[in-house]
Each structure stands twice: as structure tokens, then as C-alpha cells.
């Protein structure tokens, strides 16, 4: 299908593992985008990214690494996951008009 | 820091009735503000957006009202349906390159009741 998907849809992971979430959009869209949304927060960017090999922090950076080797796939990699990284994690692509993927559910025990 | 604030946190309307949600910003360099639709399990969708050069966009049941001099802008839903009921964000943003740069609000639950 195309669009954007991300997986997993829900993961459950323990603190200080790491966690590789995945996104990917069939459109070639230059520009990519993680946020995060959290109860009262909205959504908060984490990383983003204007094309293959370049990248730059948003809002909400501290404790996550993206890479962008492809311009289809923007992975997310939470090194040391720790219970505030709790969230519902959606990825976004277009530089204008962002699509969202469906989210993925991150629980750090 | 939060750029843009957004009221109320929950609205529970009427079938029929009219629905208005409250945005307000700071940041005088937004140029665009765009409002998102989100359904329980999905992404965001965009759902309408206006730019600051008009002060009304209408689409369909749908209207933006947008006053750059308080800095405000506001949802509008005409005759709200059951399948409205979802969480409204709005958005502002600005230029950063050649990506725009989205400001979210922190979201508003709506429930229409049949």
C-alpha cells in the first residue's frame, strides 16, 4: 500500500534497552519527521530530516538517534530507553502538507 | 515552551450543534496554520488550514476563523456529527528551509453526542 507505515504498532520494552522504531513512506518525499505525542503535550518533534544522510534535532531530542541512509526509511533508536520515553511515536513525511503514519505505542517498564 | 495554546481540552456537543475550539499564539512569524484531525489508533490528518492574509476559510461544515492582531484563530464545525468526535489539534508554523516546521496545540477531545 502506499504511504507511510511504521513499525511496530506497540512494543513493550524494559528500561536501559535499546529500541529501534521504523518508519517508511512509498512517496520519496524529501523531508521526514518523528514526533511525539503525550497527554497534554500534543505532538512534539524529535528529529527531522530534508533527504538521505541529513538530519537536525527538533524540539524534543535528548536520548533518541535517528539516520536516514535511505530517503524511504527514517528509523528512530531510542539507545537507553527510560520510562519517560513512554509515548505514542508518529513519523510524518512532505515538507508542507505532513502525513502522519499510523503510530507506534512505546511502553518503557 | 509552549507556542501555541489551545482551549478547551474536551467539548462534548449535541448532534447538530456547533463546535469551537480556541487557538492562540505568540510567535508573530507562524505563517500558516493548519488543524489536524485525529481518530483513536491513526496518524493525524490534516483537516483544513488557513494562511494570515484571510480571516475566514470554510470548507464544507469546517471554518477557520484567524484574527492576526489578537493572534487567535478558531475552529468552527457546523452541525456536528457523531462521526466528528475525535481530538483537534491546531498547528502553527513557519518556514525552515524548504520544510515547515509544525507548532502543535495540545490537542482537544470532542465528543458529539447522537
Known amino acids: 500500500d502506499a504511504g507511510i507505515t511504521q513499525s511496530p504498532r506497540y512494543k513493550i520494552t524494559e528500561t536501559g534497552r535499546q529500541v529501534t522504531l521504523m518508519c517508511h513512506q512509498t512517496?520519496?518525499?524529501?523531508?521526514m519527521f518523528w514526533y511525539r505525542q503525550d497527554l497534554g503535550h500534543g505532538l512534539r518533534l524529535i528529529y527531522y530530516?530534508?533527504?538521505?544522510?541529513?538530519?537536525d534535532k527538533g524540539e524534543v531530542p535528548d536520548g533518541y538517534v535517528v539516520s536516514r541512509s535511505k530517503t524511504e526509511n527514517f528509523p528512530l533508536t531510542l539507545e537507553s530507553a527510560t520510562r519517560s520515553q513512554t509515548s505514542v511515536y508518529f513519523c510524518?513525511?512532505?515538507?508542507?502538507?505532513?502525513?502522519f503514519g499510523p503510530g507506534t505505542r512505546l511502553t518503557v517498564l | 515552551q509552549q507556542q501555541v495554546k489551545q482551549s478547551p481540552q474536551s467539548l462534548i456537543v449535541q448532534k447538530g450543534g456547533i463546535s469551537i475550539i480556541n487557538c492562540a499564539y505568540e510567535?508573530?512569524?507562524?505563517?500558516?496554520f493548519p488543524w489536524y484531525q485525529q481518530f483513536p489508533g491513526k496518524g493525524p490528518a490534516l483537516l483544513i488550514a488557513?494562511?494570515?492574509?484571510?480571516s475566514e476559510k470554510k470548507e464544507g461544515r469546517f471554518t477557520i476563523s484567524f484574527n492576526k492582531s489578537a493572534k487567535q484563530f478558531s475552529l468552527h464545525i457546523m452541525d456536528s456529527q457523531p462521526g466528528d468526535s475525535a481530538t483537534y489539534f491546531c498547528?502553527?508554523?513557519?518556514?525552515?528551509?524548504?520544510?515547515?516546521?509544525?507548532?502543535f496545540g495540545s490537542g482537544t477531545q470532542l465528543t458529539v453526542l447522537p
Open positions: 510524518a513525511s512532505r515538507a508542507d502538507t505532513q502525513y
Open positions: 512517496w520519496s518525499h524529501s523531508y
Open positions: 530530516s530534508a533527504a538521505a544522510d541529513i538530519t
Open positions: 510567535n508573530t512569524a507562524f505563517d500558516y
Open positions: 488557513i494562511r494570515p492574509d484571510v
Open positions: 498547528a502553527a508554523s513557519t518556514q525552515s528551509g524548504s520544510a515547515r516546521q509544525l507548532t
